[in-house]
């Protein structure tokens, strides 16, 4: 529930609230056995489209805030479980654009240490 208030105070935020309730990018309630955030990202639910990159990448940052947030987290970190189940060969030709904007993200953008 925490995430869905969340995610409708941020929708009112974005020109289109697609991308972040099209649950591409998703926070899990609980933390793994290991007290790490877990962040699952599901390539079937994007929508070739009707994809905008730049809201993509705001629903990404404010998950990866989201999660940061937690103070487990911050201890013991975050886990990323990609999911390619039923992703079309289309789609899959333009992953590597969105994949290198992701890294770029992490390793740029957020404070890890």
């Known amino acids: 529930l925490e995430?869905?208030?969340q995610a409708?105070?941020?929708s009112r935020r974005f020109?289109?609230?697609k991308e972040l309730s099209s649950g591409v990018w998703r926070?899990?309630?609980c933390a793994d056995d290991h007290g790490r955030?877990?962040?699952?990202?599901s390539f079937s639910r994007l929508s070739h489209d009707t994809v905008n990159q730049e809201s993509l990448d705001a629903v990404a940052w404010y998950v990866l805030h989201c999660a940061l947030e937690k103070p487990t987290c911050q201890k013991n970190g975050i886990v990323f479980l990609v999911n390619y189940k039923g992703v079309s060969q289309e789609l899959l030709d333009n992953l590597p654009t969105f994949r290198k904007r992701l890294l770029k993200l992490l390793f740029d953008c957020v404070?890890?240490?």
């Open 3 to 5: 995430g869905r208030v």
């Open 111 to 113: 404070p890890i240490s």
């Open 27 to 29: 926070l899990m309630p």
């Open 37 to 41: 955030s877990v962040v699952v990202i």
């Open 8 to 10: 409708s105070e941020l």
């Open 15 to 17: 020109e289109s609230a």
